[in-house]
DNA sequence: GGCTAGCACTCGCACGCCCAGAGTGCTAAC
DNA sequence: GTTAGCACTCTGGGCGTGCGAGTGCTAGCC
């Protein structure tokens, strides 16, 4: 489709304006990249590329800036992840492994790993819990007319909720309880499986309605007031970058992110993959955003629970850095969190 | 100090500014406010004004601006808070029970409420267990070699840790260490108090010393990295206001929001009282913030367990209106949290 | 036919300039 | 003590100008 030729101008001009962030023009290119021809022919051909729609002109008489469609070619094309470096590998895993006892910490600091490194936002979204496979699941009494109900999962999380009875409990029934739930919900899945399993179940424990209605509760939304279910890290770091200078759009911008919904939505599906998503400008589709590029990638926790990490920032990023950073930090995240 | 009329001017000054953000001028006070007397006679009392500290000059011939001082004495002299709206607080406090089961939920939810009624920037800080009471404590054995060790306060808290155990625990043993913690821990407060009894119990259960070690780990940091200690809700609203359109400025704020530690010092010990604080200006011991100023009241959950809430805004904020917002929002939240 | 030198042209940006407007402080008179 | 009058100061916006970077086009060269 483009030769040779316009193949290493684009990528020249590209990674170009992603290390200076100005336009980028035919003598720098022909100066710089050691090409042997006078700037008079890149500028031919750089008239080329922007009619094929890979570069922009801010104005005439301005340089080339890439468009789009160019960081898409770009990307595509020449950015093949680096493995991250192994030392800050083990450094992240390490250091995110000491929180691995709580989910919640782990990915608050992820999320801050990940915005430092990058310098960039990042974003970091729970675990989806419905698949999770759930190990136990009890009532402990606790004096008085209260009692505990606790989930622990395949993925170590413990959802809990502190029960009031109607009445108090004895003994037995709590034993009788507990071991119907052993019995009938472990093994199943957090979602659709157990609570129809559970609701089976309070046929049979009609006795205790109170008690049934609110451990199906809890099962229905799980983690769904507990842990949050998005981290921001690094807000502030957007507004470093020269295309935020403008107040407004950055407000607009970080306003947009305090809409959990968008941003889950944006963050996409995990996906059983370990390669890295690559959203650029205009393909995502959250006006605020357009001149972002997004990257994302998933982490596995447990047996097959998902959840995903990215990292936002301006479409002028060093793609192949953030690719392999974020990578490298779905990976630890998945390898420090509770394997089983 | 002041002679009436001199305060009455400063507060007039005071309230025009609070309410335009431009420098006023002595035409504007003589006209707008009712005062008999021309420009001219209001231009000696602004210059003795200045002199005494409490107004200050942008620039010569510029109008005048309130100081630190300034707003100060109206703080102390003329603004005294209106409670709140009945209905917006009921609105609030109706919407906090909602979440009142889940200390984290409320928490963010009292942010968010107070950041989008403020239009300025939410603090939470979660509450202070050290005093919380011990309803119950008890490890729960789930599969295999793991149990759970749970920790039921009178704030309704759960804190929990998945433990993973050496050996594998027979029924006989579990009741034997749940009757000692019941005997012995139970009725402490979180802090000092309980860790110097699990000390104790330490000697006695050394066969299984990992086990204990582990619930050290917990009771002597209470939600250390469970629930978060800090929520900050509207971060935006910073950028809206006239003295952060300097992108530098803003983002040397929202970067020092971002150190947990700094502002939690800031929010201060939570008071046992209702009535709000107000910190203003250079009063504000971060340099970051020194053209904020800062309102907070303390809520109380529990017995004996308190956090803080606080708006934090342009020097130039209707304070009767904050005041009030903040201690209305403390109040609904200490409320509607579980009594004990 | 592709490449290049030369050249006129186009912008954006920084700079300096100037002026209007707002507000002051001072003085002298009431 | 108050006020009118006046000279003075400072900011901010509007405007013109020149510079530099970079382009597109044309004509000639290999």
Same mark, same amino acid.
């Given at each position: 489709?483009?030769?040779?030729?316009?193949?290493?101008?684009?990528?020249?001009?590209?990674?170009?304006?992603?290390?200076?962030?100005?336009?980028?023009?035919?003598?720098?290119?022909?100066?710089?990249?050691?090409?042997?021809?006078?700037? %008079?022919?890149?500028?031919?051909?750089? +008239?080329?590329?922007?009619? *094929?729609?890979?570069? !922009?002109?801010?104005?005439?008489?301005?340089?080339?800036?890439?468009?789009?469609?160019?960081?898409?070619?770009?990307?595509?094309?020449?950015?093949? #992840?680096?493995?991250?470096?192994?030392? *800050?590998?083990?450094?992240?895993?390490?250091?995110? +492994?000491?929180?691995?006892?709580?989910?919640?910490?782990?990915?608050?600091?992820?999320?801050?790993?990940?915005?430092?490194?990058?310098?960039?936002?990042?974003?970091?979204?729970?675990?989806?819990?419905?698949?999770?496979?759930?190990?136990?699941?009890?009532?402990?009494?606790?004096?008085?007319?209260? %009692?505990?109900?606790?989930?622990?999962? /395949?993925?170590?999380?413990?959802?809990?909720?502190?029960?009031?009875?109607?009445?108090?409990?004895?003994? %037995?029934?709590?034993?009788?309880?507990?071991?119907?739930?052993?019995?009938?919900?472990?093994?199943?899945?957090?979602?659709?499986?157990?609570?129809?399993?559970?609701?089976?179940?309070?046929?049979?424990?009609?006795?205790?309605? /109170?008690?049934?209605?609110?451990?199906?509760?809890?099962?229905?939304?799980?983690?769904?007031?507990?842990?949050?279910?998005?981290?921001?890290?690094?807000?502030?770091?957007? *507004?470093?970058?020269?295309?935020?200078?403008?107040?407004?759009?950055?407000?607009?911008?970080?306003?947009?992110?305090?809409?959990?919904?968008?941003?889950?939505?944006?963050?996409?599906?995990?996906?059983?993959?370990?390669?890295?998503?690559?959203?650029?400008?205009?393909?995502?589709?959250?006006?605020?955003?357009?001149?972002?590029?997004?990257?994302?990638?998933?982490?596995?926790?447990?047996?097959?629970?998902?959840?995903?990490?990215?990292?936002?920032?301006?479409?002028?990023?060093?793609? #192949?850095?953030?690719?392999? *950073?974020? !990578?490298?930090? %779905?990976?630890?995240?998945?390898?420090?969190?509770?394997?089983?």
């Amino acid at each position: 489709m483009i030769d040779e030729r316009k193949q290493r101008i684009l990528r020249a001009v590209i990674e170009d304006y992603i290390s200076t962030g100005e336009p980028v023009g035919s003598r720098t290119i022909a100066r710089k990249h050691g090409f042997n021809v006078s700037p %008079a022919t890149i500028r031919n051909e750089m +008239a080329d590329l922007e009619e *094929l729609g890979f570069l !922009e002109q801010p104005h005439t008489s301005a340089g080339r800036v890439p468009s789009d469609l160019g960081y898409r070619y770009y990307v595509d094309h020449f950015v093949r #992840a680096v493995p991250a470096d192994h030392r *800050l590998w083990q450094f992240m895993r390490d250091r995110l +492994a000491l929180r691995a006892r709580e989910i919640g910490a782990a990915v608050r600091a992820a999320a801050r790993m990940l915005s430092e490194a990058s310098n960039f936002l990042a974003l970091v979204s729970g675990p989806h819990l419905e698949s999770a496979r759930i190990d136990a699941l009890r009532i402990v009494p606790v004096g008085g007319q209260r %009692a505990l109900f606790v989930v622990v999962t /395949d993925t170590g999380i413990v959802e809990n909720r502190l029960l009031e009875l109607g009445q108090p409990l004895n003994p %037995a029934e709590v034993e009788r309880i507990n071991r119907l739930f052993e019995e009938r919900v472990c093994g199943q899945t957090m979602g659709r499986a157990a609570l129809a399993v559970m609701k089976d179940l309070a046929m049979e424990l009609r006795q205790y309605g /109170d008690l049934v209605e609110q451990t199906l509760e809890v099962l229905d939304r799980p983690a769904a007031d507990g842990e949050e279910r998005l981290v921001v890290g690094g807000a502030t770091n957007i *507004l470093r970058q020269p295309e935020f200078r403008d107040i407004d759009k950055a407000q607009m911008l970080l306003g947009s992110l305090e809409q959990e919904e968008t941003v889950l939505e944006l963050l996409g599906e995990p996906q059983p993959r370990t390669r890295a998503r690559v959203v650029i400008g205009h393909e995502i589709r959250v006006a605020e955003m357009q001149d972002c590029s997004l990257v994302t990638a998933s982490y596995r926790i447990g047996g097959d629970s998902w959840g995903q990490v990215g990292v936002l920032g301006p479409r002028r990023m060093d793609y #192949a850095k953030i690719i392999s *950073l974020v !990578e490298a930090v %779905a990976r630890a995240l998945s390898e420090s969190l509770p394997r089983r």
